[in-house]
């Protein structure tokens, strides 16, 4: 199917429509500040930032970027185009939380104790860690169901949706963005791990990985 996308003079004038909305800016701070805390647990402090970047910078570069047609408005997906901005800021958003996962100082975990390389190289203490995380982030039963298949053993939606009895509409953008939020050093340890074990174990199936959620389930 052929995507319908806007004319670049279409883009501009939406552009100026937008900007001159009352208090735009504010706005779309609130929401970002909004997003980072559902969807990330991130505490945004307005003046640091996202490891210095605000949030003004992001709204500024997804303007350049509708301006200078490096974005599209895609009007068979968005037929108002601030939905259409809303998903390219939810984009660069997600985009700068990932930059922050790779930092070694571990400061987007916002203070959870990540266990030292030197205290375990077992992946079942470390698998059970990511969970309690998820946990304590409000993740969703189903993003604590998936995310061991979804983002550690990196299987396909359609598979994960028949393996567990759930939607492949479950398995969405936003489930993916939540958790790989700390998918960085600690993320890179659970696949080293589960790399160096694969031939030594056998690899829990879907079964255990729900016997290991309904555990979480059941602490206070």
């Not at 939380?97 to 400061?107: R, V």
């Not at 975990?109 to 304590?136: A, M, R, V």
Request: net charge negative; hydrophobic share 35%.
């Amino acid at each position: 199917m052929e995507r319908k996308v806007a004319l670049q003079d279409e883009v501009n004038c939406e552009i100026i429509n937008l900007l001159q909305i009352k208090d735009i800016e504010y706005q779309l701070i609130k929401y970002g500040i909004y997003r980072l805390d559902k969807f990330y647990a991130y505490k945004y402090n307005m003046e640091q930032g996202l490891n210095g970047i605000l949030l003004e910078d992001l709204i500024g570069d997804v303007i350049e970027a509708f301006l200078t047609g490096k974005r599209h408005w895609y009007k068979d997906k968005f037929s108002d185009f601030k939905k259409q901005f809303i998903s390219a800021y939810d984009s660069v958003i997600s985009n700068q939380m990932k930059q922050i996962s790779l930092l070694p100082d571990n400061k987007f975990l916002n203070g959870f104790d990540i266990p030292s390389e030197e205290k375990t190289d077992n992946y079942d203490d470390l698998l059970e860690f990511c969970l309690k995380i998820l946990k304590d982030m409000g993740s969703s039963d189903e993003e604590l169901l998936i995310f061991e298949p979804y983002i550690i053993q990196k299987q396909k939606r359609a598979d994960i949706a028949k393996e567990f009895g759930i939607s492949k509409s479950t398995v969405h953008k936003d489930v993916a963005e939540r958790l790989e939020y700390i998918n960085g050093p600690l993320f890179r340890r659970v696949r080293k791990v589960l790399d160096k074990n694969k031939e030594e174990r056998h690899l829990r199936g879907g079964l255990a990985t729900k016997e290991k959620y309904e555990k979480l389930k059941e602490e206070p």
